[in-house]
């Protein structure tokens, strides 16, 4: 009896290829998709991304693409769960001051969590989980490690480190040894209807603003030495390294360097005032190992498409102090930091204020 793998379908390229090739490899595939949409915050656009008012297409679409290759699809309402657990997360940061990552709380909590708490619930028995993840998996010294997707542009297991063990012995990832072009190239081939369908590119299309809901709240934009700038909206509307659409005027260059959320203020600063070579994060999380070394040496990526950058790292407690080797332009609080090691994922954290 063939094993049984449990697909997440988006109805994009990625996915629904990733289905077809476990089909050919003899897998039982079922495709299961989840429902997020909540209607209580109104006049959402739609658009290329996650969330958004017109996901019943989508929902559609896989349906039709689980009969055409002869598989079952279910489709579970996540609306709930989504909107108490990412929309309030996104929301409650933006409010902090902090910028969120919901991609990887989404992925941690609801794709490789309640979507499948979701299928069993229902009955739905099964040996494995797949994604359409540009990512890999490999089994060594006891322990089920994560690594980068061979295609260095579309790698995405920055968005994974939260994985823990149960959850990377169960996952297969099979489009992780592709390029995305084979992969475009092999769905023309088989003649899926999306193999040119654009990648989503973020959880939300519109203005943040949208899933916000927050009133204006004018507020100063100042520099380090107290000198008032202009004013601005919120300080929700701005995030820690911008640089455009600041509002005000100066001699040089302007970037964010930091909001406070009591005070309602924006400080910027010039590109000097942004350098920084340190920084430290919390609620971490290790997938190479159960506990770190006190000191040791990684490669580090503060956001999914940076470049992995040198660094020492020093663990205090629950905290780790991330020392760069090289000057970085700025830290974003709330924002994730993965570790790694060559092409393995070491771990991670949240970047907090010292």
């Given at each position: 009896m063939s094993d049984v793998v449990l697909i997440g379908l988006s109805g994009g390229v990625d996915s629904s290829l990733a289905a077809i090739l476990l089909k050919e490899q003899g897998y039982d595939v079922i495709g299961v998709s989840m429902s997020i949409y909540n209607k209580d915050i109104p006049n959402l656009i739609g658009g290329n991304a996650c969330y958004g008012p017109f996901e019943k297409p989508e929902i559609t679409n896989i349906h039709e693409f689980g009969k055409k290759i002869g598989i079952k699809t279910f489709v579970f309402d996540c609306s709930e769960e989504y909107k108490n657990t990412i929309l309030s997360y996104f929301q409650n940061e933006y409010k902090a001051g902090r910028t969120p990552n919901p991609c990887v709380k989404c992925n941690e909590l609801m794709k490789f969590g309640l979507l499948l708490q979701k299928a069993e619930s229902e009955g739905i028995a099964f040996d494995y989980f797949a994604t359409g993840h540009y990512c890999q998996t490999e089994y060594k010294d006891g322990r089920y490690l994560l690594k980068k997707g061979i295609d260095e542009k579309k790698d995405q297991s920055y968005f994974l480190y939260k994985l823990n063990q149960t959850q990377l012995s169960k996952v297969i990832f099979p489009l992780g040894s592709m390029t995305k072009e084979e992969v475009r190239r092999i769905a023309k081939e088989k003649g899926l209807d999306v193999a040119d369908k654009a990648d989503s590119q973020d959880f939300y299309s519109g203005n943040y603003?949208?899933?916000?809901?927050?009133?204006?709240?004018?507020?100063?934009?100042?520099?380090?030495?107290?000198?008032?700038?202009?004013?601005?909206?919120?300080?929700?509307?701005?995030?820690?390294?911008?640089?455009?659409?600041?509002?005000?005027?100066?001699?040089?260059?302007?970037?964010?360097?930091?909001?406070?959320?009591?005070?309602?203020?924006?400080?910027?600063?010039?590109q000097k005032d942004a350098q920084k070579t340190e920084c430290y994060i919390e609620d971490l999380h290790w997938i190479k190992f159960d506990k770190p070394a006190d000191n040791f040496k990684a490669f580090a990526k503060q956001r999914s498409t940076a470049k992995p950058a040198a660094v020492s790292v020093s663990i205090y407690g629950d905290k780790a102090k991330i020392k760069y080797e090289d000057v970085q332009k700025s830290f974003t609080p709330g924002q994730s930091l993965v570790l790694y090691d060559g092409d393995y994922v070491i771990g991670g954290g949240i970047i907090c204020k010292e």
């Amino acid at each position: 009896m063939s094993d049984v793998v449990l697909i997440g379908l988006s109805g994009g390229v990625d996915s629904s290829l990733a289905a077809i090739l476990l089909k050919e490899q003899g897998y039982d595939v079922i495709g299961v998709s989840m429902s997020i949409y909540n209607k209580d915050i109104p006049n959402l656009i739609g658009g290329n991304a996650c969330y958004g008012p017109f996901e019943k297409p989508e929902i559609t679409n896989i349906h039709e693409f689980g009969k055409k290759i002869g598989i079952k699809t279910f489709v579970f309402d996540c609306s709930e769960e989504y909107k108490n657990t990412i929309l309030s997360y996104f929301q409650n940061e933006y409010k902090a001051g902090r910028t969120p990552n919901p991609c990887v709380k989404c992925n941690e909590l609801m794709k490789f969590g309640l979507l499948l708490q979701k299928a069993e619930s229902e009955g739905i028995a099964f040996d494995y989980f797949a994604t359409g993840h540009y990512c890999q998996t490999e089994y060594k010294d006891g322990r089920y490690l994560l690594k980068k997707g061979i295609d260095e542009k579309k790698d995405q297991s920055y968005f994974l480190y939260k994985l823990n063990q149960t959850q990377l012995s169960k996952v297969i990832f099979p489009l992780g040894s592709m390029t995305k072009e084979e992969v475009r190239r092999i769905a023309k081939e088989k003649g899926l209807d999306v193999a040119d369908k654009a990648d989503s590119q973020d959880f939300y299309s519109g203005n943040y603003n949208d899933l916000l809901q927050m009133p204006i709240k004018k507020g100063n934009i100042m520099l380090p030495n107290g000198t008032v700038l202009g004013v601005h909206n919120g300080y929700w509307n701005y995030t820690i390294g911008q640089r455009k659409g600041l509002g005000v005027s100066y001699s040089e260059p302007l970037f964010v360097l930091d909001m406070d959320a009591h005070r309602n203020i924006v400080w910027v600063g010039t590109q000097k005032d942004a350098q920084k070579t340190e920084c430290y994060i919390e609620d971490l999380h290790w997938i190479k190992f159960d506990k770190p070394a006190d000191n040791f040496k990684a490669f580090a990526k503060q956001r999914s498409t940076a470049k992995p950058a040198a660094v020492s790292v020093s663990i205090y407690g629950d905290k780790a102090k991330i020392k760069y080797e090289d000057v970085q332009k700025s830290f974003t609080p709330g924002q994730s930091l993965v570790l790694y090691d060559g092409d393995y994922v070491i771990g991670g954290g949240i970047i907090c204020k010292e």
